[in-house]
């Protein structure tokens, strides 16, 4: 039973940094792409940030490049998503997500487990 468990979420000031984990379990995390997708209220699934499996290519939506890092620990089966210079409008549920495929996708179709979420909230 594949498992994706976010955390590190929560409610800061803009400017402010946080660093979400993504523990995967019940897959070869080595064999997998990992994502990062939010979603704030009353929108649609927004693409973060992607990283394939060996760590060598990153892949980020263009309104987090500069602020935001996608890493990955193969030996912790876990995937972070550093984010620095946060913005109100970085306000969402952040989800964590795996896909088999080697390309880096913006598209959640793209993938096939999801995590549950985990929410960060920025005020001004």
């Known amino acids: 039973q594949v498992q994706l468990v976010e955390s590190g979420g929560g409610l800061v000031q803009a400017g402010d940094s946080l660093r979400l984990s993504c523990v995967a379990s019940g897959l070869t995390f080595s064999r997998r792409t990992m994502g990062w997708f939010r979603q704030a209220p009353g929108k649609g699934r927004e693409f973060v940030a992607a990283?394939?499996?060996?760590?060598?290519?990153?892949y980020y939506a263009d309104s987090v490049k500069g602020r935001f890092s996608i890493s990955r620990d193969t030996a912790k089966n876990t995937v972070y998503l550093q984010m620095t210079s946060l913005k109100p409008e970085d306000t969402a549920v952040y989800y964590c997500?795996?896909?088999?495929?080697?390309?880096?996708?913006?598209?959640?179709?793209?993938?096939?487990?999801w995590g549950q979420g985990t929410q960060v909230t920025v005020s001004s």
């Open positions: 990283i394939d499996r060996n760590a060598g290519s990153t």
């Open positions: 997500t795996t896909s088999s495929l080697y390309l880096l996708s913006a598209i959640d179709t793209s993938y096939d487990y």
